[in-house]
């Protein structure tokens, strides 16, 4: 799988859109890009995941740039329950999901 | 969504003692399951693939020996922790995978605290 680089940490006011960059420049070809999240003391949460067209669900968006080697993980209207950490993990659509360091993503009031 | 449970959410043992950990799938049946392991402020760590009616495969680096798995059913996964000692107070999670679904989405549980004294 894939290396990726997520920034540790960001902030995002309330109600405003919150974007998370996620870098995997060493993707491969049908390497999908899966997102998930992890609420503090809880479990991952799947989110979305994509090839190489956008996606979007009624979490968010995922916008996969042309050549693949970044993208970006969009919740339209953060609340404070969107308070997480955040995982980019490219993945062949096996089984095994490889958790990186991720990002913090704060929401502030 | 599909329902991952765990049991117990929290256990506290003794130094040299085992713990079990079990892990269910609610409302799917899941031929695999994922054992995870999370220290404080760190990112999750596999640590075996469960699958349902064979043995388990360890991730490089975790004793098999003293992490049993069992996978008995399609619902049902344990953990057993042999012989703990406080290195391995930690937070273990399990996941599972609806193999109905054609997308690698898996489900996690909602983990597991040990601290062994």
């Known amino acids: 799988d894939a290396k990726t680089t997520q920034p540790p940490s960001m902030d995002c006011a309330e109600g405003r859109a919150a974007n998370l960059p996620c870098n995997h420049s060493t993707i491969s070809g049908n390497e999908y890009v899966y997102w998930y999240r992890q609420i503090h003391s809880q479990g991952p949460q799947y989110i979305i995941h994509g090839l190489k067209n956008n996606e979007t669900n009624e979490m968010a968006s995922l916008i996969i740039t042309e050549d693949r080697k970044s993208s970006t993980l969009i919740l339209p209207h953060a609340t404070l329950r969107d308070t997480a950490v955040y995982y980019c993990i490219p993945n062949f659509g096996n089984e095994k999901l490889t958790f990186g360091t991720g990002t913090r993503l704060t929401i502030i009031p | 969504g599909a329902v991952v449970s765990q049991h117990p959410s929290w256990v506290i043992c003794k130094s040299g003692t085992s713990v079990k950990i079990e892990c269910r799938s609610l409302d799917f049946q899941a031929t695999t399951m994922f054992w995870y392991r999370q220290f404080p402020k760190q990112s999750l760590m596999l640590m075996a693939t469960?699958?349902?009616?064979?043995?388990?495969?360890?991730e490089q680096g975790v004793e098999k020996d003293k992490f049993l798995i069992n996978h008995a059913s399609l619902t049902l996964s344990t953990l057993t922790v042999t012989s703990a000692h406080p290195e391995d107070s930690s937070f273990y999670i399990c996941?599972?995978?609806?193999?109905?679904?054609?997308?690698?989405?898996?489900?996690f549980g909602p983990g597991t605290r040990l601290t062994v004294l």
């Open positions: 469960s699958n349902e009616g064979s043995k388990a495969t360890y």
């Open positions: 996941s599972a995978r609806d193999h109905r679904r054609r997308i690698n989405e898996q489900f």
